[in-house]
C-alpha cells in the first residue's frame, strides 16, 4: 500500500503502538495540504551542524529534527500555496517537500515548539507577466512576443511545435518539449518561470504530464526547463 494513501495512515498513538510491538520500524509523516518540509543533507560534519543551516532553522523558528541519515534536518511548517519549486534559488541545498510527500520522522529533535508559517523563508513564487497575458490580462503582449519569435531564425520550428502543436519528425513528444523549451529559453533569456509560462499557452501543454512530479519534488517540466539551462 502507498504512504500517499490515506487508507494507510494511522492516528500517531496508534502509529508508535506498531513501533513499540515490532510491527513497524519507524513513524513517518505523509504531508497534508498546507504543510511542508525543508530537506537539508548533509549538513552535520562530526555532529555539528552547519552554520547556515544553524541559521535557518532560528529563522525558521518551528519544529525541525534530524532526518534518518543523521546527517541530515528536516524543518517542518505550514505554507498557503498548493505547488512550489522543488529547490530555490536562495537555498539551493533546501529541497522543499509539499502535500503528498512521505517523510520518516525520527524524534531527534533540534528545535521544538508549535508548527510555524514558513512563507517568509519560502515565498510564494511570483507569477510572470506572461502567465497574466496567457490569462487574457494583456493580451497584445503576449500576441506580440508569440509575433517575434514566430519571425526570428526558429520561427517556423516554433509555429510547429508551440501554435500547432505538431510533433513529427521528433522521436517523442518529450524531445518535442525540450525542442521548444530551448527555443523559448533563447527568447526568455533563460528565465525558467517565463519559460514555464510560455510553454503552458503551448498547443504542447499536457497538464497532467507537464506537473508530473519524476524525481523527488522536481516535475517533469521544472526538469525540461532545467535542460536548457545545461
Known amino acids: 500500500m502507498q504512504a500517499s494513501t490515506p487508507a494507510a495512515w494511522l492516528p500517531l498513538a496508534e502509529a508508535l503502538r506498531w513501533v513499540s510491538t515490532g510491527q513497524a520500524d ?3 509523516l505523509c504531508l497534508p495540504t498546507g504543510m511542508i518540509a525543508l530537506d537539508l543533507d548533509g549538513v552535520f560534519t562530526d555532529g555539528v551542524l552547519e552554520d547556515w543551516a544553524d541559521e535557518l532553522v532560528e529563522k525558521a523558528d518551528t519544529y525541525a529534527e534530524k532526518s534518518p541519515s543523521g546527517v541530515g534536518l528536516h524543518i517542518l511548517g505550514y505554507h498557503p500555496a498548493e505547488r512550489l519549486p522543488g529547490r530555490l534559488t536562495s537555498m539551493p541545498r533546501v529541497e522543499v517537500l509539499t502535500a503528498g510527500r512521505f517523510l520518516t520522522l525520527t524524534g531527534q529533535v533540534l528545535r521544538s515548539g508549535p508548527l510555524r508559517d514558513l ?6 513564487p511570483a507569477r510572470p507577466q506572461v502567465l497574466s497575458i496567457r490569462r487574457s490580462a494583456q493580451p497584445m503582449e503576449y500576441a506580440a512576443l508569440v509575433d517575434r519569435i514566430s519571425r526570428g531564425r526558429s520561427g517556423e520550428l516554433f509555429q510547429q511545435l508551440h501554435v500547432r502543436g505538431d510533433v513529427s519528425g521528433f522521436p517523442s513528444k ?3 518539449d525540450l525542442s521548444l523549451c530551448r527555443i523559448l529559453s533563447w527568447w526568455c533569456q ?3 518561470q517565463l519559460i ?3 510553454f503552458r499557452s503551448s498547443a504542447l501543454y499536457r497538464a497532467n504530464k507537464w506537473d508530473r512530479p519524476i524525481s523527488g519534488s522536481e516535475t517533469y517540466g521544472e526538469l525540461t526547463v532545467r535542460k536548457t539551462m545545461l
Open 190 to 192: 533563460h528565465d525558467a
Open 196 to 198: 514555464d509560462a510560455m
Open 119 to 124: 512563507s517568509d523563508l519560502v515565498p510564494i
Open 174 to 176: 518529450s524531445e518535442a
Open 26 to 28: 519507524g513513524v513517518g
